[in-house]
């Protein structure tokens, strides 16, 4: 190609990898986003054990926490996807299969990231718990709320108000290892633009429209969060 460049990465017409580059881009908000919810519900179970748990339960949350932010995200990843087949492999064969059996590049890589991100999920929602007026609570209970009426209708909306900025940074960092999961063989927007590099040797075209494309997801995305902690902060004096 004598003339190759942004251009023909986005284009959509012949020989442009348009196309392939914008089917990427849908295939990491999926893994991104599947991997966001799953760790959402982790780190509200994990916020659960270490607000109202036993010395068990809190234990376990702790180590939960600690592990997972501690390790790479990367090694996590392997585990899932490797770790699998070392369960799947042997039951695979006790029914005739044969070659290597794991869970699906998707799964593996939503599955680990929603783990690594449950971690960041549930020091989220515990300091935004935290951060709710004892005394709304109390005044919504002498008033004769029942305990999951009060859940629902004062300490969900009120710690989600507190959360939404570090859920958006967390949303931030799940984006970000989306990148890990190409390791699987998922075609992701950094799998699909390793596979342009390679096809056309044009290494720094296809990631600087890599970068574009994270770019905007990560902007668009951002500004989506910010104006839902505004409509949720309405009538909240700023300091």
């Keep these: ?43 509200a179970l994990g916020a659960w054990a270490k607000i109202a748990g036993g010395r068990i339960t809190r234990g376990i949350a702790d180590g939960y926490t600690t592990v997972l932010r ?12 490797f770790g699998s087949s070392a369960v ?22 939503a599955l680990a990231i929603g783990i690594v991100s449950g971690a ?26 029942s305990r999951a009426l009060v859940f629902r209708r004062i300490i969900v909306p009120l710690s989600l108000r507190f959360a939404l900025p570090g859920l958006g940074n967390v949303w931030q960092l799940v984006l970000k290892e989306s990148a890990l999961i190409s390791v699987t063989g998922l075609v992701e927007i950094l799998r699909q633009a390793q596979i342009g590099a390679g ?18 997801i990560s902007s668009v995305s951002g500004w989506t969060l910010q104006r839902a902690e505004q409509r949720f902060t309405r009538g909240l004096r700023r300091v």
């Design 1 to 43: 190609m004598n003339e190759f460049g942004l251009l023909t990465v986005f284009s959509f017409g012949p020989g442009g990898w348009g196309p392939a580059m914008f089917k990427a881009a849908a295939m990491t908000i999926a893994v991104a986003l599947t991997g966001f919810v799953f760790g959402a519900m982790v780190g």
């Design 70 to 81: 501690g390790i790479p995200d990367l090694l996590v990843i392997y585990l899932f996807y």
């Design 88 to 109: 799947l492999t042997p039951i695979g064969r006790m029914f005739g299969a044969t070659g290597f059996l794991s869970l699906p590049g998707f799964l593996a890589g």
């Design 120 to 145: 960041y999920h549930t020091e989220v929602f515990r300091g935004a718990y935290r951060s709710v007026s004892r005394g709304e609570i109390e005044a919504a209970v002498a008033i004769g709320m």
């Design 199 to 216: 096809s056309t040797r044009q290494p720094f075209t296809f990631f600087l429209a890599a970068a574009i494309l994270y770019l905007v």
